[in-house]
Protein backbone atom coordinates (compact mmCIF):
# COMPACT_ATOMS: atom_id res chain seq x y z
CA UNK A 1 0.00 0.00 0.00
CA UNK A 2 1.51 3.35 -0.36
CA UNK A 3 2.32 5.94 2.07
CA UNK A 4 3.67 8.74 3.09
CA UNK A 5 7.49 8.62 3.90
CA UNK A 6 9.17 11.11 6.45
CA UNK A 7 13.25 11.91 6.31
CA UNK A 8 14.80 12.41 8.51
CA UNK A 9 13.27 10.22 11.51
CA UNK A 10 15.18 12.11 14.05
CA UNK A 11 17.01 14.98 13.77
CA UNK A 12 18.96 16.90 16.71
CA UNK A 13 20.03 20.65 15.74
CA UNK A 14 21.73 23.45 18.05
CA UNK A 15 19.21 26.65 18.65
CA UNK A 16 19.44 29.18 16.00
CA UNK A 17 20.22 26.41 13.31
CA UNK A 18 17.99 26.03 10.60
CA UNK A 19 16.30 22.97 9.64
CA UNK A 20 14.59 21.40 6.40
CA UNK A 21 12.35 18.39 7.21
CA UNK A 22 11.76 16.45 3.92
CA UNK A 23 8.68 14.27 2.48
CA UNK A 24 7.51 12.21 0.05
CA UNK A 25 3.61 12.07 -0.11
CA UNK A 26 1.65 9.55 -2.01
CA UNK A 27 2.46 9.76 -5.68
CA UNK A 28 -1.31 10.73 -6.78
CA UNK A 29 -1.55 12.62 -3.93
CA UNK A 30 -2.63 16.39 -5.13
CA UNK A 31 -3.27 18.08 -1.10
CA UNK A 32 0.01 18.21 1.34
CA UNK A 33 -0.05 19.43 5.03
CA UNK A 34 2.05 19.70 7.83
CA UNK A 35 1.30 19.38 11.77
CA UNK A 36 3.56 19.05 14.52
CA UNK A 37 2.74 17.41 18.04
CA UNK A 38 4.14 18.98 21.18
CA UNK A 39 5.15 15.85 23.45
CA UNK A 40 2.27 15.26 25.46
CA UNK A 41 -0.07 17.47 23.66
CA UNK A 42 -2.65 17.59 20.81
CA UNK A 43 -1.41 17.17 17.06
CA UNK A 44 -1.63 20.42 15.67
CA UNK A 45 -2.01 22.48 11.96
CA UNK A 46 0.53 23.98 10.01
CA UNK A 47 0.31 24.25 6.87
CA UNK A 48 -2.19 22.63 4.35
CA UNK A 49 -0.54 23.17 0.46
CA UNK A 50 -1.90 22.45 -3.18
CA UNK A 51 -1.17 23.77 -6.48
CA UNK A 52 2.46 24.86 -5.37
CA UNK A 53 1.06 27.43 -2.68
CA UNK A 54 0.26 27.70 0.36
CA UNK A 55 -3.66 27.38 0.70
CA UNK A 56 -4.49 27.49 4.81
CA UNK A 57 -1.83 27.77 7.65
CA UNK A 58 -2.06 28.39 11.34
CA UNK A 59 -0.79 30.98 13.72
CA UNK A 60 2.10 28.62 14.80
CA UNK A 61 3.19 28.85 10.59
CA UNK A 62 4.88 32.50 11.61
CA UNK A 63 7.68 33.69 9.04
CA UNK A 64 10.17 31.47 10.83
CA UNK A 65 8.45 28.40 8.74
CA UNK A 66 8.22 28.08 4.91
CA UNK A 67 7.09 24.99 2.58
CA UNK A 68 8.22 23.85 -0.47
CA UNK A 69 7.46 21.57 -3.30
CA UNK A 70 10.74 21.59 -4.86
CA UNK A 71 10.67 18.56 -7.61
CA UNK A 72 7.70 16.52 -8.52
CA UNK A 73 7.71 13.74 -5.44
CA UNK A 74 9.43 16.26 -2.54
CA UNK A 75 7.86 18.21 0.02
CA UNK A 76 9.45 19.90 2.87
CA UNK A 77 9.29 22.09 5.71
CA UNK A 78 11.91 24.81 6.50
CA UNK A 79 12.18 26.18 9.99
CA UNK A 80 14.85 29.11 10.28
CA UNK A 81 16.42 30.26 13.37
CA UNK A 82 14.72 27.26 15.00
CA UNK A 83 13.81 28.04 18.98
CA UNK A 84 13.84 25.40 22.24
CA UNK A 85 10.00 25.69 21.70
CA UNK A 86 10.06 23.76 17.85
CA UNK A 87 11.32 20.27 19.13
CA UNK A 88 7.77 17.98 18.41
CA UNK A 89 7.26 15.33 15.89
CA UNK A 90 6.42 17.05 12.87
CA UNK A 91 3.96 14.96 10.79
CA UNK A 92 3.33 15.15 7.03
CA UNK A 93 0.17 14.13 5.46
CA UNK A 94 -1.33 13.88 1.51
CA UNK A 95 -4.76 13.21 0.23
CA UNK A 96 -5.71 12.83 -2.98
CA UNK A 97 -8.25 15.99 -2.95
CA UNK A 98 -9.71 18.45 -0.69
CA UNK A 99 -12.70 17.96 1.40
CA UNK A 100 -14.12 14.88 2.14
CA UNK A 101 -10.68 12.52 1.40
CA UNK A 102 -8.72 11.47 4.27
CA UNK A 103 -5.45 12.33 5.09
CA UNK A 104 -2.71 9.93 5.19
CA UNK A 105 0.72 10.42 7.38
CA UNK A 106 3.58 9.62 7.53
CA UNK A 107 5.58 8.25 10.94
CA UNK A 108 7.11 11.71 11.65
CA UNK A 109 10.05 13.36 12.00
CA UNK A 110 10.92 13.71 15.63
CA UNK A 111 12.95 17.29 15.74
CA UNK A 112 14.91 18.18 18.96
CA UNK A 113 16.21 21.50 19.44
CA UNK A 114 19.23 21.90 21.76
CA UNK B 1 -14.93 27.88 19.30
CA UNK B 2 -13.91 24.85 17.64
CA UNK B 3 -12.75 22.19 19.93
CA UNK B 4 -12.55 18.77 20.31
CA UNK B 5 -12.80 17.01 23.77
CA UNK B 6 -11.21 13.26 24.29
CA UNK B 7 -10.20 11.64 27.08
CA UNK B 8 -6.37 10.97 27.52
CA UNK B 9 -6.84 7.75 29.56
CA UNK B 10 -5.12 5.58 29.95
CA UNK B 11 -8.09 2.90 29.24
CA UNK B 12 -7.04 -0.37 30.80
CA UNK B 13 -9.42 -3.49 29.22
CA UNK B 14 -8.71 -7.25 29.37
CA UNK B 15 -8.43 -9.10 26.03
CA UNK B 16 -11.74 -10.08 24.65
CA UNK B 17 -13.49 -6.91 26.00
CA UNK B 18 -15.52 -4.60 23.81
CA UNK B 19 -13.93 -1.03 23.75
CA UNK B 20 -15.68 2.33 23.75
CA UNK B 21 -13.44 5.67 22.62
CA UNK B 22 -15.39 9.29 22.62
CA UNK B 23 -14.98 12.53 21.50
CA UNK B 24 -17.24 15.64 21.74
CA UNK B 25 -16.72 18.62 20.05
CA UNK B 26 -18.34 21.88 19.63
CA UNK B 27 -18.86 23.39 15.99
CA UNK B 28 -22.39 22.13 14.75
CA UNK B 29 -20.82 22.49 10.98
CA UNK B 30 -18.49 19.57 11.39
CA UNK B 31 -19.36 17.21 8.50
CA UNK B 32 -16.40 14.66 8.38
CA UNK B 33 -15.16 12.28 11.03
CA UNK B 34 -11.78 10.31 11.36
CA UNK B 35 -10.09 8.15 13.53
CA UNK B 36 -6.89 7.34 13.75
CA UNK B 37 -4.73 4.53 15.92
CA UNK B 38 -1.25 6.05 16.45
CA UNK B 39 1.21 3.65 17.65
CA UNK B 40 4.52 4.84 19.65
CA UNK B 41 7.17 6.62 17.96
CA UNK B 42 4.74 6.19 14.39
CA UNK B 43 2.55 8.23 12.57
CA UNK B 44 -1.12 8.30 12.69
CA UNK B 45 -3.11 5.98 10.95
CA UNK B 46 -6.27 6.05 9.92
CA UNK B 47 -9.25 3.64 11.06
CA UNK B 48 -12.32 4.69 10.08
CA UNK B 49 -13.93 7.85 8.20
CA UNK B 50 -17.55 9.16 8.39
CA UNK B 51 -19.87 12.14 7.40
CA UNK B 52 -23.12 11.22 8.51
CA UNK B 53 -24.64 10.36 11.50
CA UNK B 54 -25.02 6.61 12.16
CA UNK B 55 -22.94 3.93 12.42
CA UNK B 56 -20.51 2.65 10.17
CA UNK B 57 -18.58 -0.55 10.71
CA UNK B 58 -15.15 -2.03 9.50
CA UNK B 59 -14.21 -5.84 10.56
CA UNK B 60 -13.92 -5.40 14.79
CA UNK B 61 -14.66 -1.37 13.92
CA UNK B 62 -17.71 0.70 14.63
CA UNK B 63 -17.45 4.07 14.22
CA UNK B 64 -20.39 5.93 15.52
CA UNK B 65 -21.99 9.43 14.97
CA UNK B 66 -24.43 11.55 16.92
CA UNK B 67 -24.72 15.18 15.36
CA UNK B 68 -27.14 16.40 17.43
CA UNK B 69 -25.22 15.40 20.82
CA UNK B 70 -21.85 16.34 18.75
CA UNK B 71 -20.30 13.38 19.85
CA UNK B 72 -18.66 10.42 18.21
CA UNK B 73 -17.49 7.19 19.19
CA UNK B 74 -14.97 4.43 17.86
CA UNK B 75 -15.69 0.20 19.36
CA UNK B 76 -13.44 -1.94 19.25
CA UNK B 77 -14.92 -5.60 19.59
CA UNK B 78 -13.23 -8.78 20.62
CA UNK B 79 -10.23 -6.42 21.61
CA UNK B 80 -6.16 -7.49 21.01
CA UNK B 81 -3.23 -6.98 22.54
CA UNK B 82 -2.29 -5.48 19.23
CA UNK B 83 -4.73 -2.96 19.69
CA UNK B 84 -3.20 -1.37 22.50
CA UNK B 85 -2.53 2.39 20.94
CA UNK B 86 -3.59 5.36 21.25
CA UNK B 87 -6.66 6.13 19.82
CA UNK B 88 -7.06 9.79 17.85
CA UNK B 89 -10.53 11.28 17.20
CA UNK B 90 -10.16 14.36 14.01
CA UNK B 91 -12.25 16.21 12.20
CA UNK B 92 -12.58 17.98 9.11
CA UNK B 93 -12.87 21.74 9.58
CA UNK B 94 -14.28 23.12 6.26
CA UNK B 95 -14.10 26.46 7.00
CA UNK B 96 -10.56 26.66 7.27
CA UNK B 97 -9.70 24.63 3.99
CA UNK B 98 -10.00 21.15 5.41
CA UNK B 99 -7.23 20.84 8.18
CA UNK B 100 -7.93 18.60 10.59
CA UNK B 101 -8.82 19.08 14.34
CA UNK B 102 -7.60 17.02 16.98
CA UNK B 103 -8.60 15.13 20.04
CA UNK B 104 -5.92 14.60 22.74
CA UNK B 105 -5.80 10.97 22.16
CA UNK B 106 -6.73 8.23 24.81
CA UNK B 107 -4.54 5.43 25.72
CA UNK B 108 -5.58 2.63 25.41
CA UNK B 109 -3.56 -0.62 27.08
CA UNK B 110 -5.49 -3.94 26.63
CA UNK B 111 -4.24 -6.85 29.46
CA UNK B 112 -3.57 -10.29 27.41
Known amino acids: EPEVTQTPSHQVTQMGQEVILRCVPI?????FYWYRQILGQKVEFLVSFYNNEISEKSEIFDDQFSVERPDGSNFTLKIRSTKLEDSAMYFCASSQTDSNQPQHFGDGTRLSIL | QKEVEQDPGPLSVPEGAIVSLNCTYSNSAFQYFMWYRQYSRKGPELLMY??SSGNKEDGRFTAQVDKSSKYISLFIRDSQPSDSATYLC????????????WGAGTKLIIKP
Open chain 1, 27 to 31: SNHLY
Open chain 2, 50 to 51: TY
Open chain 2, 90 to 101: AIVDMDSNYQLI
